[in-house]
């Protein structure tokens, strides 16, 4: 894969990204894209954003992975994550990988991981220049999702007192109010030992650790799941770990439920939420057999 990195406007502000073109890569082609979304506070350089990036170049495909805005190398008041407003960079780095010439505009993906993997579908569905979403482990209901990961009466208590703190912090001193990354979403520590026995780092550097509330806020209002049936009859592939310790399995069920036609559903035992890091074959080898079915790199191909 050749790789070039590139810059984009979303909202006045400037993006960071790395284009990625295939081996044998001609330049009479117009290939399918794929945007590849990070996760909460991570960015392009996220193993969770690595793996599928090379795996999909390797498949023939175009790929376009970036910070979001406040993430990474992007601009943007750093840590300051807002679902909507990566709804938004989404849609302008597909406005942007639409205009290279080596690009289908008609024919571009976006494929993310965890809070990507939400945006991902809640942009399809409220974009129709998306073709095709694929989402592992993401989340379709933010109130339902955290109630999830954070399950006994004082940890939803703590957490609904930090949203209500954060609140009223804005008015009474007109800044927000930071809270560490695990406040906000909990990542059991055998996980954490466990990517690290793989020798697979869990977070990319320059890896958000501090948020305002106000990112949590945006989470818990957060609804893909009210947009998902909007994406067909473009194709939706939802994936999840079939016991994921981080966001709730429920949540891509409920997604699938709710989703109209062509969509599939694919639950997996034996890993956990970063199955994209810990680079699966059973993943890989899904991941190719519904391209091939319904996003193939060439049309009717």
Same mark, same amino acid.
């Given at each position: 894969?050749? =790789?070039?990195? *590139?810059?984009?406007?979303?909202?006045g502000l400037r993006l960071h990204g790395v284009l990625g073109l295939p081996e044998g890569f001609q330049p009479s082609q117009r290939c399918a894209a794929f945007l590849v979304l990070h996760g909460f506070g991570s960015n392009s350089e996220s193993p969770s954003v690595l793996a599928p990036t090379r795996v999909l170049s390797d498949?023939?495909?175009?790929?376009?992975?970036?910070?979001m805005r406040g993430c990474g190398n992007s601009a943007g008041e750093f840590g300051r994550v807002i679902c909507? =407003?990566?709804? =938004?960079?989404?849609?302008?780095?597909?406005?942007?990988?639409?205009?290279?010439?080596?690009?289908?505009?008609?024919r571009i993906g976006a494929i993310g991981s965890s809070f990507g993997g939400a945006v991902a579908v809640y942009a399809g569905g409220v974009n129709p220049r998306?073709?095709? *979403? @694929?989402s592992n482990g993401g989340w379709g209901h933010g109130e339902r999702k955290f109630r999830g990961q954070h399950p006994t009466p004082e940890a939803w208590a703590k957490f609904t007192s930090m949203l209500e703190e954060g609140r009223a912090h804005r008015v009474r001193t007109g800044q927000s109010l930071m809270v560490p990354r695990h406040e906000i979403v909990p990542i059991p520590i055998h996980v954490r030992e466990s990517l690290e026995r793989q020798k697979v780092g869990m977070l990319?550097?320059?890896s958000v650790e501090m948020f305002p509330a106000e990112t949590a806020q945006s989470m818990f209002d957060f609804r893909? =799941?009210?947009? *998902?049936?909007? @994406?067909?009859?473009?194709?939706?592939?939802?994936?999840?770990a079939a016991n994921d310790s981080v966001t709730p399995t429920e949540q891509s069920i409920e997604l699938f439920k709710r989703a109209g036609q062509p969509s599939e559903l694919h639950l997996f035992s034996g890993l956990d939420h970063f199955l994209f890091a810990e680079n699966s074959k059973r993943v890989w080898s899904l991941l190719r057999?519904?391209?091939?079915r319904y996003f193939p790199t060439k049309p009717g191909s």
């Open positions: 894969m050749k =790789e070039q990195v *590139v810059s984009f406007q979303s909202a498949f023939g495909y175009v790929t376009l992975r970036f910070d909507l =407003e990566q709804v =938004e960079d989404l849609g302008n780095a597909l406005s942007f990988l639409a205009r290279h010439p080596a690009v289908d505009p008609d998306l073709a095709a *979403v @694929i990319a550097p320059n893909a =799941e009210e947009v *998902v049936g909007k @994406i067909a009859p473009r194709p939706l592939l939802l994936i999840h057999d519904w391209l091939d």
